[in-house]
Nanobody
Framework: QVRLVESGGGLVQPGGSLGLSCAASGSILIISNMGWYRQAPGKPRDLVAT???????NYADSVKGRFTISRDNAKRRVYLQMNSLNPEDTAVYYCNADIRPLGYAPSNYWGQGTQVTVSS
């Protein structure tokens, strides 16, 4: 019943900006860590950024200073604001979260992914 759904992906020109959003839904008791990962064709899935329930953030070196992760606990959402995008940022971006559903043990969840393409 618990699921994560990403939105906001699309095509953007180099140097442009794009904002991603991920919504958690279902009967949820607790959402702890949330994060964004990305996977380019033929590449492994890599960490982009994570954020704890109290707001502590961690970023991959490749996106530091350009991307900002944030969350709204009341709305059960995590966001990724991406600025100064370059073609190397092109990938499918996945939302990830550690969630404890009502009546179940905590587990890690993935969204279906949203495509971000940076090209002129």
């Amino acid at each position: 019943q618990v699921r994560l759904v990403e939105s906001g992906g699309g095509l953007v020109q180099p140097g442009g900006s794009l904002g991603l959003s991920c919504a958690a839904s279902g009967s949820i008791l607790i959402i702890s860590n949330m994060g964004w990962y990305r996977q380019a064709p033929g590449k492994p899935r890599d960490l982009v950024a994570t954020i704890t329930s109290t707001g502590t953030t961690n970023y991959a070196d490749s996106v530091k200073g350009r991307f900002t992760i944030s969350r709204d606990n009341a709305k059960r959402r995590v966001y990724l604001q991406m600025n100064s995008l370059n073609p190397e940022d092109t990938a499918v971006y996945y939302c990830n979260a550690d969630i404890r559903p009502l009546g179940y043990a905590p587990s890690n969840y993935w969204g279906q992914g949203t495509q971000v393409t940076v090209s002129s």
